[in-house]
Structures are given as C-alpha cells and as structure tokens.
Nanobody, 126 residues
Framework: QVQLVESGGGLVQAGGSLRLSCAAS????????MGWFRQAPGKEREFVGG????????NYVDSVKGRFTISRDNAKNTVYLQMNNLNPEDTAVYYC???????????????????WGQGTQVTVSS
C-alpha cells in the first residue's frame, strides 16, 4: 500500500510559477515511475510528465517541455513538479500517481498507475 500526499496548488496569473509536491509513504520502495497528470473540465485526464524513482529519468508531454520540470528527493520520498510560464490552458486539477510496473514504457497510460493522490487545483488567470 502506498499513500501519496500532494500540495502546492493555487491561483497564479499567466506567466507565473508554481511548484507542486508529492510525498510517498508506505510501500514506496515498489514505485518505478512517479507521474503527474492533469484533468480540466470536459477533457480527458492528460499525462504531464514523470520520473523514475531510482534513476531520475524524466519524460514530458510536448506541451509542457521547456516550461515544466520534474525532480525528486529520494531522501524525502518526494517528487516535485516545477511549473513556469503558466498559461490559462494549464488550469486543471493536478494528480500525482505511482506505478509499480518495473520497466514501464507507456508512461502516459493512467490505467498503468496503481496509486493516486487526492489532486490539487491549479488555476491560471489571464
């Protein structure tokens, strides 16, 4: 069992920045990929990016490359989503998720994640 606690959402104006945090506890040693997803009203849940827990390899959706950065602090069992140059299209509920599938290749498939955080609202004003 893994518990994910996320924080850092809020309201920011266009062009601003936010950093989301996701702390894992429980059987976190089983985690292979920690992913970030977001979901806006009327849209499908969308993969934002992810990081492997051990090696720190990252992948991002094209729309956030150059603006968002995922990092992790293994000593704190915490991953971060640094979001810069935000625009209103980034407005969504953001979720962290953990996959226990070792060697997972299709990071963007939410069906392959075993645990999910509560979600945190990010609102970007124009």
């Amino acid at each position: 069992q893994v518990q994910l606690v996320e924080s850092g959402g809020g309201l920011v104006q266009a062009g601003g920045s936010l950093r989301l945090s996701c702390a894992a506890s429980g059987r976190s040693f089983n985690i292979y990929v920690m992913g970030w997803f977001r979901q806006a009203p009327g849209k499908e849940r969308e993969f934002v990016g992810g990081i492997t827990w051990s090696a720190g390899n990252t992948n991002y959706v094209d729309s956030v490359k150059g603006r968002f950065t995922i990092s992790r602090d293994n000593a704190k069992n915490t991953v971060y989503l640094q979001m810069n140059n935000l625009n209103p299209e980034d407005t969504a509920v953001y979720y962290c998720a953990a996959s226990q599938i070792w060697g997972l290749r299709t990071w963007g498939d939410p069906r392959l994640y075993d645990y999910w955080g509560q979600g945190t609202q990010v609102t970007v004003s124009s």
